[in-house]
């Protein structure tokens, strides 16, 4: 499993290059134990891998979903060479060695293991790896969209999270603002639209835009940063376009869509006092928050199988609320550390790798045997 964890970190899927090099080692490591996989493959050098253990069918089958994409890594900080897995000290280093590969190495490990003892399983054991999760989740909606199985008892998304046993995230909603106005020369800014002026008037009354009135047990309040901004083009120029990006992190009692009317309401009102406002807003990034029921079955389940006695929520957003709209309750566990994530020198201890492979056996038994 370790070689299958080198193997993968290797196969470089950073944004630039794209998950198919990954599903491909997915696909041969699949095959050589007879595990039955199927890679989709668009634009070139996107892909996601499906694969499954069939059984009688007796049983709700059980979904795995881990993403097979990375985030790049520059040079500086490393130690190592980011794309060659190094062991060191009883870890392995490399870009993805935890986020999450690790996850997906041990998952796949496990239905090898799973597959080569003969057992006969009563659910269907299906692997999913799809593109993208940190990008754009192009690879998950993908994978929805073609998904057939109705009949599933639960999923599980092995990311890292230090073997404790999640089922809420925050959700988020990324925007991009563009008011728009009029060039004009800047000695007579009375001749133009200031698109600069009109931004300053959407933030004073964006700033007014309250998201910490409701609050969840788990996850707390909503939140809302303007993050980058954009505009002008010269000092003499009056500027026609200037664009702000807004990060709003959202709990479950949030709509996203009812934030956008909002938000077009604020543009409203500064219509109001501002004739020649016009704004546009874009959506960059919608992902609903997380909120899995922490005493349902599935859950319960797993938490007795693990020893796990409290759920938590992850600080991080994953793909897991997509899985969660086929109406099955969804689980993040995993090993390795959210700590060492998006960080130079990642790395997963090879201990978690050999725990990772002995739960996953566990869960898998009892919801197939
Ligand atoms: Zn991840």
Redesign the pocket.
């Known amino acids: 499993m370790k070689e299958l964890l080198k193997k993968l970190i290797e196969a470089k899927s950073t944004p630039d290059l794209g998950e198919i090099q990954c599903a491909n080692v997915l696909a041969d490591f699949f095959s050589s134990v007879g595990i039955e996989s199927n890679v989709e493959v668009w634009d070139n050098n996107r892909a996601n891998i499906t694969a499954t253990i069939k059984s009688t069918g007796q049983n709700p089958a059980l979904l795995f979903v881990s ?1 097979l994409d990375v985030v790049p890594a520059s040079k500086q900080g490393w130690h190592t060479d980011a794309f060659i897995a190094t062991e060191q000290d009883g870890k392995i280093f490399g870009r993805g060695a935890c ?2 590969k690790a996850g997906m190495a041990t998952v796949a490990a496990t239905m090898a293991e799973i597959k080569k003892s003969g057992v006969n399983l009563k659910s269907d054991i299906i692997f999913s790896a799809t593109a993208g ?2 990008t754009d989740s192009c690879g998950i909606v993908k994978f929805l969209k073609s998904f057939s199985v109705k009949n599933l008892c639960g999923a599980l998304v092995p ?2 999270t230090g073997f404790e046993l999640i089922t809420a995230h925050r959700g988020l909603l990324w925007l991009e603002i563009t008011t728009k106005g009029k060039t004009a020369h800047g000695s007579m800014p009375h001749l133009g639209i200031n698109a600069i002026e009109s931004m300053r008037a959407f933030l004073s009354e964006f700033e007014h835009y309250d998201l910490t009135a409701v609050k969840d047990k788990l996850l707390g309040t909503g939140s809302k940063s303007v993050n980058k901004i954009k505009g002008g083009s010269a000092t003499n120029v009056i500027p026609d376009k200037c664009s702000a990006q807004i990060d709003i992190r959202t709990i479950a009692e949030h709509d996203h869509s009812e934030i956008q009317k909002d938000i077009e309401a604020i543009f409203a009102k500064v219509s109001q006092s501002k004739k020649d406002f016009s704004a546009a807003i874009e959506v960059l990034r919608d992902v609903k928050a997380l909120k899995t029921n922490s005493d349902c079955k599935f859950v319960d389940d797993i938490k007795k199988i693990t020893g796990i006695t409290q759920t938590t929520a992850a600080p ?1 957003t ?1 793909d897991a609320p997509f899985i969660a709209e086929l109406s099955i309750p969804v689980v993040i566990f995993g090993p390795g550390s959210g700590e060492t ?1 998006h960080k130079p020198n990642e790395y997963v201890e090879i201990a978690d790798l050999q725990k990772a492979v002995e739960i996953y056996k566990k869960i898998i038994l009892h919801f197939a045997k």
């Open positions: 993403h986020d999450m999760e940190e990311e890292p991080f994953t994530c």
